[in-house]
């Protein structure tokens, strides 16, 4: 089981979504911008950072990465994909996903623990949580308010691709002014999925704010493992 | 700011001044005062080299002969640190004072380098580029040692949180630390933030970063071998950050002075990142052999300083310097600060294999030079010889100035306003509503404000961030080894006496270390004071450098390296004299870390340490009662060491349910703060702290060498053999959803964090 990692000239989480594919018992393959090639993995991790210092717009010049020449086919054609933070962002810029991450509405860089409800467990990237569960993992970025056109966004909601959604404060408000609290969502096949939080910041005690974040990377071995078994 | 005037506005002048061109024409008036320079010091360099020195001479002298980069004021003092480094502190220490950043053995063949630096001046003119760049520049110095940074840390001081002003420079700042050390991934795991009057004109930005790696891996700023080349990669060069650290950081601020924002550099973290990455790549590869990064000076201190280091002379042909401004004279390219550069020697058999890695990153190098046989640094301009001077003298020769000292005349009538004059709080009541205040005041209130514009948990290695007492980071991810860092001041104390404030900043530091758990092991300052020409702030200078070094001493912790800030005043006022000092300590496993909350019900709490009735520069003077005046609380380096002592014992054996430092505002906070960490509240007596202290100063004192600690029932037993003869009163049990005095006052949680949490939002937003 092999789990392909992007590091593009300013990722930041490529170490830490490696660690935590092998801490779930993956074996974690680190992928270059620069390399088209995927070298055959099972999946595929867009790690955070600041791709290219965010320059031009969030994941905007990572789209045109050589590697994404390659990902883009795969990705359509059903490898798993999970973009987290940057990768979320360049997973919309690659219309991958539908929908865009604009400037938290409170304007400021934002790096707080969430509580995030599941709701959508068959994704390839969420099938080992409960459906309705409540995870509580790291958000950190300054451009993270998913928004996007009401026909989409009620799309999203009728075909259940909204993965996971904020809790909300005393006023009704998410941490950063996401649309409906939106914090991940899905492709219609279920094996891209994009979210702003970070799992991989939340699979070892003691190194964050719980080890809520295991699920993801859990649930996509199996997959591939089922995936394999059925092929 | 002035420059030099170009040469070719002089009639009949060559454009460019060449050695020769200055040989021939040594009455040519020049601008040394324009550039900082005494005369004195213009007539030293020209006895130096022999003749008048030619612009780019003149420019390079200028830059590194100023304050910031010379110590010329300073360095007298610094024998200070070599008479109280005993053999024994030497041990761990594998690079001391002298280098980019000292290096401490951590054990398991791991190394690790720290520092904190300042850039004040810069973040008051421009407040997000200028704590920016500061980032930048410490993460540079780190890189320079070999090592990869694995965390940043702030220490902030502002003016008023009330004054407009405060308002312009604290946002930029924390936007500036955050927006660039967020994109370079490295986890802001602590710090301070302080606000007091004295800093309204003078803001302190002081970055700290800590890096890591194996022994052998080591690198330092040495350009040796003949024949090797100079190699200049990163960034090019541009026209910002001209004389920075001679014109901002080296000279007073005076009202309705002319603007001195170009002095300033921007930052682009983006290529600093990928500097970084590209660097460690480098030294994996093993092509470098000497590396320097571009700091304040630019390129005049890393040719200079490289050269001076090694065993030659060395060559550089600047016009192959890459530009983003074609129009500068060489001059500015060797005064330049633009940001995100460095400078390494290569053999040149491994040339080809260092600008391959340099490719792969898209990071721009350039051959410019090579190391010579000589012993001058020679640097041409289109084959006309600029600059030829002895590297040391600039380097490492510049002035030095034994500044008259005198102890100043306000002390004793400060001194002897003590604080016993102050009406104190009598009843349950009264001491409620002031616990209140002080924690909704700007120092001690919520500063998540701040620190969430921080992204703590990038690279996963973060066991401990604020608000806990120290950052603790794990290095080695297999055994779980790792470091914590803390870093405190309290000017307040260093003002009533900088010898007891400098060794109360260093006793905090290394107590907050021990409270994480964490065996303290090294020193690094930054040591923020106002103008060096006043013999009042030279002597206060003194004493916190003799207060230090000599407590370091009693602490066996070496100082390892630092940075002097002076000129932090408006007119004639100075800043309180704030030496920030930073800890480092070691931990087997940060997993056995201790958090600074309460976390379950039912633990016993404990008050470790001796409390006496000691408010002089108190928190609770200077917020209830707008007082300074006094002496600070008496140091007590053997209780430091003997409390530090058991809190990393109980640590090690993973005794403790929470422990956190008694510092400002003393228990009354510290339980505060405490019960709202995670919202377990606690029952508490403080009726028998001590032999004569009642329950206000139980409460508020800040008696050095305690902290507040919870333990289990089922470890109360085990901790009781540890602390020996440590003084240790039995205060409560946690538990519920107050903090409850007995015979004082209940407060809620929800009550305590409302008036802690509210205080920024309110003038920041939220």
């Known amino acids: 089981m092999r789990v392909g990692v992007v590091t593009f000239p300013g990722s930041l989480d490529d170490r830490d979504a490696a660690r935590a594919v092998r801490a779930c018992g993956g074996e974690a393959v680190s992928l270059w911008h620069g390399d088209d090639d995927l070298h055959g993995v099972d999946a595929v991790i867009l790690p955070g950072g600041f791709s290219y210092g965010d320059y031009l717009r969030c994941g905007a010049i990572a789209r045109f990465a050589p590697i994404m020449d390659r990902l883009v086919p795969a990705a359509q054609g059903g490898l798993p994909v999970l973009g987290i933070c940057n990768g979320f962002q360049v997973l919309t810029e690659s219309h991958l996903l539908p929908g865009a991450l604009i400037r938290n509405d409170h304007r400021k860089f934002n790096c707080v623990d969430v509580d995030l409800a599941v709701e959508n467990t068959s994704t390839a990237w969420t099938s080992d949580y409960e459906q309705g569960q409540t995870i509580r993992i790291v958000l950190k970025n300054g451009e993270g308010a998913f928004v996007a056109d009401n026909d989409t966004l009620d799309r999203l909601e009728g075909e259940g691709r909204v993965v996971f959604r904020y809790g909300v404060d005393e006023h009704g408000r998410n941490p950063n002014g996401s649309y409906r609290n939106i914090a991940g969502i899905t492709n219609e096949r279920g094996n891209i999925v994009g979210l702003m939080p970070h799992p991989e910041h939340a699979v070892e005690a003691g190194y964050g704010p719980s080890t809520d974040g295991r699920g993801f990377f859990t649930s996509v071995l199996k997959h591939t493992v089922e995936s394999a078994a059925t092929a | ?766």
């Open chain 2, 1 to 766: 700011m002035t420059q030099p005037v170009a040469q070719s506005e002089h009639s009949g002048i060559p454009s460019i001044d060449s050695v020769g061109h200055a040989a021939a024409t040594p009455d040519l008036e020049q601008p040394w005062a324009e550039l900082g320079l005494k005369d004195d010091e213009y007539a030293n360099i020209r006895e130096i080299i022999g003749r008048r020195p030619t612009i780019a001479e003149l420019a390079m002298y200028s830059v590194m002969w100023s304050e910031h980069c010379s110590y010329k004021s300073s360095k007298v003092h610094f024998t200070l640190w070599g008479e109280n480094t005993t053999d024994e502190m030497r041990e761990k220490l594998l690079v001391g004072i002298g280098e980019n950043a000292g290096v401490v053995d951590i054990g398991d063949g791991w190394a690790v380098t720290f520092k904190v630096e300042s850039h004040n001046h810069p973040s008051y003119v421009e407040p997000y580029q200028g704590a920016a760049t500061g980032v930048g520049g410490i993460v540079r110095d780190i890189m320079s040692m070999g090592a990869r940074p694995i965390a940043v840390m702030d220490s902030l001081r502002f003016g008023n949180l009330s004054h407009p002003d405060t308002e312009r420079v604290l946002p930029g700042v924390v936007a500036g630390v955050g927006g660039y050390g967020n994109c370079l991934g490295l986890p802001n795991i602590g710090g301070e933030v302080v606000f007091d009057d004295c800093y309204q004109g003078n803001p302190l930005v002081n970055a700290l970063c800590v890096g890591a790696m194996r022994t052998e891996d080591i690198h330092l700023a040495k350009a040796s071998g003949a024949g090797n080349k100079v190699i200049l990669f990163g960034a090019k060069t541009g026209g910002d950050g001209i004389g920075g650290v001679s014109v901002l950081a080296s000279e007073t601020f005076e009202e309705g002075g002319p603007t001195k924002r170009p002095a300033v550099q921007v930052g682009d973290p983006f290529a600093e990142k990928v500097l970084i990455e590209c660097c460690l790549d480098l030294y994996k590869a093993g092509v470098v052999a000497g590396i320097q990064d571009l700091g304040g000076a630019g390129l005049s201190c890393a040719t200079s300083e490289l050269a001076s280091n090694g065993d030659g002379g060395m060559r550089v042909e600047l016009d192959l310097v890459p530009l983003r401004d074609a129009s500068l004279e060489p001059h500015e390219i060797l005064m330049s600060e633009s940001q995100e550069r460095m400078m390494a020697i290569v053999e040149p058999d491994k040339v080809d294999a260092f600008l391959a890695i340099t490719d792969r990153w898209d990071v721009e190098a350039t051959v410019i030079g090579e190391v010579t046989d000589g012993d001058h640094l020679v640097i041409t301009w289109h084959g006309d010889v600029i600059v030829d001077v002895p590297p040391r003298s600039v380097a490492h020769e510049g002035p030095t100035y034994h500044r008259p000292l005198e102890r100043p005349g306000y002390l004793d009538e400060l001194q002897a306003n003590g604080p016993e004059s102050l009406t104190r709080p009598e009843s349950g009541e009264e001491l409620r509503t002031q616990l209140l205040s002080m924690l909704g005041s700007p120092n001690l209130c919520d500063k998540s404000w701040v620190t969430n514009q921080y992204d703590r948990y990038v690279m996963g290695n973060t066991a401990l961030a604020q608000p806990d007492d120290a950052g603790v980071v794990r290095v080695d991810e297999s055994t779980g080894r790792g470091v914590a860092v803390a870093t405190d001041c309290n000017g307040r104390f260093a003002q009533l006496d900088p010898y007891a404030g400098a060794q109360l900043a260093l006793a905090e530091a290394y107590r907050n270390v021990a409270t994480a758990g964490a065996e303290p092991l090294a020193v690094t300052d930054c040591l923020n004071f106002g103008s060096p020409e006043d013999p009042g702030v030279m002597w206060q200078f003194r004493e916190a450098i003799r207060g230090i070094a000599e407590g370091c001493k009693f602490l066996g912790i070496p100082v390892t390296g630092g940075n002097v800030s002076f000129y932090n005043q408006t007119g004639d006022v100075a800043i309180h004299p704030t030496p920030v000092i930073g800890v480092l300590g070691v931990m087997e496993d940060v997993a056995r870390r201790n958090g600074s909350g309460f976390r379950t019900e039912g633990a016993h709490v404990y008050l470790l340490g001796t409390t006496r009735d000691e408010l002089g520069g108190s928190e609770w003077a200077h917020v209830i009662h707008k007082h300074l005046g006094g002496r600070p609380p008496a140091v007590d380096l053997a209780a430091e060491q003997k409390l530090g002592q058991v809190l990393v014992a109980a640590a090690q054996e993973g005794l403790l349910e929470a422990a956190h430092d008694l510092s400002d505002g003393g228990l009354a906070v510290a339980l505060a703060e405490a019960v709202m960490r995670h919202g377990v509240g606690a029952r508490v007596d403080v009726a028998d702290v001590g032999e004569g202290v009642d329950a206000f100063t139980a409460l508020f004192s800040e008696s050095a060498a305690r902290a507040l600690v919870a333990v289990s029932a089922e470890h109360a037993g085990r901790f009781g053999q540890i602390i020996g003869d440590l003084p240790c009163v039995h205060l409560g049990t946690t538990g519920g959803r107050d903090l409850v005095v007995d015979d004082q006052f209940t407060v809620s949680i929800a009550e305590l964090r409302a008036a802690h949490e509210a205080t920024l939002p309110a003038v920041f937003g939220e």
